[in-house]
């Protein structure tokens, strides 16, 4: 097996890291508007944790062709030869998404397909903190237009559009910026775009 570098929290075993062979994997719920209910299947985390052994993202998507789910989420995906995916996915069917746009989600499903079989809605701006983190995200990613870097994803990351919370409750912890070719993750402690500092960890 590789070496794994992963995040995790008591309750929260597995959600976010990188192994040697340069597979990234970060995670995030979904299914949440309104709440898709789980079914017998392998948890989300034993997922994730599997995936992390894996070489490349081809390999991952093909290991959850196999797996029967329990629950819903999405896997943001990335590998050393520059392959990326955005994986939804709700207990007996999934979308992924290999665009060549930028790929980036709140906590809710995009993909038309996936939207309508879990029956979800967008939540609405100025109610929900995932609409106004992706409203900031989206203005963020327009104004770099596809010139990203670390330095330029840790801006973002700490710009007052994606941390702003409009009086509504946030719910980030830290924050990462995977580098699969450096085999490194970049983390940041804390919520408050004046957080710090950025420290890289290397598998």
């Not at 985390?45 to 999405?74: H, N, P, Q």
Request: hydrophobic share 40%.
């Amino acid at each position: 097996s590789p070496r794994v570098l992963a995040y995790h929290y008591p309750g929260l075993w597995n959600c976010c890291g990188i192994n040697s062979h340069g597979l990234a994997l970060m995670w995030t719920s979904a299914g949440l508007f309104p709440p898709v209910p789980p079914r017998v299947g392998v948890p989300t985390y034993a997922v994730t944790a599997e995936i992390l052994r894996l070489k490349s993202v081809t390999a991952a998507l093909e290991f959850l062709d196999r797996v029967r789910y329990a629950g819903s989420f999405m896997l943001f995906l990335g590998d050393a030869a520059g392959n990326m995916a955005v994986v939804e996915a709700m207990p007996g069917y999934r979308v992924v998404d290999r665009s060549d746009a930028a790929l980036y989600r709140a906590n809710y499903f995009m993909c038309p397909g996936m939207i309508r079989r879990s029956r979800q809605n967008e939540p609405q701006l100025g109610v929900d903190h995932d609409a106004l983190r992706m409203q900031g995200m989206r203005r963020q990613i327009a104004e770099y237009r596809g010139r990203i870097s670390v330095p330029m994803v840790k801006t973002m990351l700490s710009h007052p559009d994606v941390f702003s919370d409009n009086g509504t409750r946030m719910a980030t912890l830290d924050r990462f910026v995977a580098v699969c070719r450096d085999r490194a993750l970049w983390a940041c402690r804390g919520a408050k775009p004046d957080n710090g500092p950025w420290w890289k960890i290397e598998v």
